[in-house]
T-cell receptor, first 120, second 114 residues
Framework: EAQVTQNPRYLITVTGKKLTVTCSQN?????MSWYRQDPGLGLRQIYY???????DKGDVPEGYKVSRKEKRNFPLILESPSPNQTSLYFC???????????????????FGPGTRLTVL | KQEVTQIPAALSVPEGENLVLNCSFT??????LQWFRQDPGKGLTSLLL?????REQTSGRLNASLDKSSGRSTLYIAASQPGDSATYLC?????????????FGKGTSLLVTP
């Protein structure tokens, strides 16, 4: 089954304790991305990756790191979590087809189930 | 930066009604536009994807239209059912030399009452 998986799904931690949220996709997608969702603010992009070893900052990258050593995995790292990073996090993946009109389903973003993080 | 707005923020309708959700965006040079559904505490489920060269897409009771020149998209839901109750999110994709960005609206919370 084509899917994006995230682990853990729920995490409660304390300020300053390094953590990693894993994301994996089995669709051979080039593009992967992390978002956080907060009430009243909607979904905001943290980081994205266009391919292996290519990562870029999104709108709210402060306090986060990512890596893309393999095509299927895109972990989100919080080196020193703070309470303002309490949020619902989503990983997503898609193909990126440059210059094509595309057909139904191309470039479609697939989202993971989310990770609810609480930093005390 | 692309700004995406969804109106209304919340909507309550009786079962069986046809309804329209609106999405507007500020930069018409988009790559594609995608509508998602999100149930409380859950992830996002893709409903429809419209490429920049397309005008509309249909899936079952759902129809999404795209008018790039006016910066608007609508999601039409026919014969609404209580199971349609969820938050509907519009996301506009931009592709440029600096990368690929998906910009989300804040969503329309839909409640369909029996």
């Amino acid at each position: 089954e084509a899917q994006v998986t995230q682990n853990p799904r729920y995490l409660i931690t304390v300020t300053g304790k390094k953590l990693t949220v894993t994301c994996s996709q089995n669709m051979n997608h080039e593009y992967m991305s992390w978002y956080r969702q907060d009430p009243g603010l909607g979904l905001r992009q943290i980081y994205y990756s266009m391919n292996v070893e290519v990562t870029d900052k999104g709108d709210v990258p402060e306090g986060y790191k990512v890596s893309r050593k393999e095509k299927r995995n895109f972990p989100l790292i919080l080196e020193s979590p703070s309470p303002n990073q309490t949020s619902l996090y989503f990983c997503a993946s898609s193909n990126i087809e440059h210059g094509l009109a595309g057909g139904i389903g191309s470039n479609e973003q697939f989202f993971g189930p989310g990770t609810r993080l609480t930093v005390l | 930066k692309q700004e995406v707005t969804q109106i209304p923020a919340a909507l309550s309708v009786p079962e069986g009604e046809n309804l329209v959700l609106n999405c507007s965006f500020t930069d018409s040079a988009i790559y594609n536009l995608q509508w998602f559904r999100q149930d409380p505490g859950k992830g996002l489920t893709s409903l429809l994807l419209i490429q920049s060269s397309q005008r509309e897409q249909t899936s079952g009771r759902l129809n999404a239209s795209l008018d790039k020149s006016s910066g608007r998209s609508t999601l039409y839901i026919a014969a609404s059912q209580p199971g349609d109750s969820a938050t509907y999110l519009c996301a506009v994709a931009d592709l440029s030399n600096s990368g690929y960005a998906l910009n989300f609206g804040k969503g329309t919370s839909l409640l369909v009452t029996p």
